[in-house]
């Protein structure tokens, strides 16, 4: 098992925090930033590597990350140095498929705060050999319009995943955290091939529902997409407050 952390965007909705530094590379309290906190997690479970996936215009800030933490994650950049440019994530997965070993893959996005075992959600994967995609009820109609939404049946199948509907069938939302074995990720070339949009990987989850057995994942606890200034806040303000706790595993030097 490797996982790979998807740090390519460039967070406009988050200017001007985000205009010359990453969002995932955004301070919490005590030197610490949102990406500790998604290492930290992926730092419990058994992995053969990690990987950290950026785009050419933060690659030096993340650079300098590492070196302050210390952390054996292989960086691939992609040449973006705008949001213009940008191959979106599905197309940053696809560009690294050639190198990528085969293997499963946990595919997490950076910005994601959150209490899920990553251990349960791999042992999930393993217990249905299926890719499997993390699941969180997020309780409110108004707020699933802004995820891709999920429909699952009574053996935790995934019937649909819908982006961002008008009309939600569900509060039930997809996390941006997936368990994929090789032979699914691989597909990207052909849902490519077909058309598929190369932006938010939930498009390409769409597509690969519709081709084989695609399962869910619920979890409990607490989930943050950090995709506004207003969530940073609280985000910041639960890690200072001990709600969200502190990593573990990452250790601090300076940045």
């Given at each position: 098992?490797r996982a790979?952390?998807?740090?390519?965007?460039?967070?406009r909705r988050?200017?001007p925090l985000t205009s010359t530094?990453?969002k995932q590379?955004?301070?919490l309290?005590?030197?610490?930033v949102?990406?500790?906190l998604?290492?930290?997690?992926?730092?419990?479970?058994?992995?053969?590597?990690m990987i950290?996936s950026v785009?050419?215009?933060f690659?030096?800030?993340f650079r300098?990350w590492?070196s302050?933490r210390?952390?054996?994650?292989?960086?691939?950049?992609?040449p973006s140095?705008s949001?213009?440019e940008k191959?979106?994530?599905?197309?940053a997965?696809h560009?690294?498929?050639?190198?990528?070993p085969?293997?499963d893959y946990l595919i997490v996005?950076g910005?994601?705060v959150t209490?899920?075992?990553?251990s349960e959600?791999?042992?999930?994967m393993?217990?249905?050999?299926?890719p499997?995609i993390?699941?969180?009820?997020?309780?409110?109609?108004?707020l699933?319009?802004?995820?891709?939404?999920v429909?699952?049946?009574p053996?935790s199948?995934?019937i649909?995943?819908?982006?961002?509907?008008?009309d939600?069938p569900?509060?039930?939302?997809?996390?941006?955290?997936y368990?994929?074995?090789?032979?699914s990720?691989?597909r990207?070339?052909?849902?490519?091939?077909s058309g598929?949009?190369?932006?938010?990987i939930?498009?390409f989850?769409?597509?690969l529902?519709?081709?084989e057995?695609?399962y869910?994942?619920?979890?409990?606890?607490?989930?943050?997409?950090?995709g506004?200034i207003?969530?940073?806040?609280?985000?910041r303000e639960?890690f200072?407050?001990?709600v969200?706790e502190?990593?573990?595993?990452?250790?601090l030097?300076?940045?």
């Open positions: 098992m790979i952390i998807m740090a390519g965007g460039f967070a988050m200017w530094t990453p590379l955004l301070p309290a005590d030197g610490y949102i990406l500790d998604v290492v930290d997690g992926l730092l419990d479970i058994d992995l053969e590597e950290l785009n050419a215009k690659s030096d800030a300098r590492l302050s210390g952390l054996d994650i292989q960086l691939i950049e992609e140095r949001e213009e191959p979106g994530a599905v197309g997965l560009m690294m498929l050639e190198s990528l085969r293997d996005a910005d994601n209490s899920i075992k990553y959600l791999v042992g999930s393993r217990s249905h050999g299926a499997t993390a699941l969180y009820d997020v309780g409110s109609i108004e699933a319009r802004r995820y891709g939404v429909e699952l049946g053996d199948r995934v649909s995943l819908i982006e961002k509907p008008n939600p569900s509060t039930l939302i997809s996390t941006a955290i368990a994929m074995p090789w032979r990720l691989s990207i070339e052909e849902y490519l091939a598929g949009s190369r932006d938010a939930g498009h989850i769409s597509w529902v519709r081709a057995p695609v869910g994942f619920r979890f409990n606890g607490f989930w943050f997409d950090v506004s207003d969530e940073y806040n609280r985000v639960l200072s407050q001990g969200i502190r990593p573990r595993h990452v250790v030097s300076s940045m």
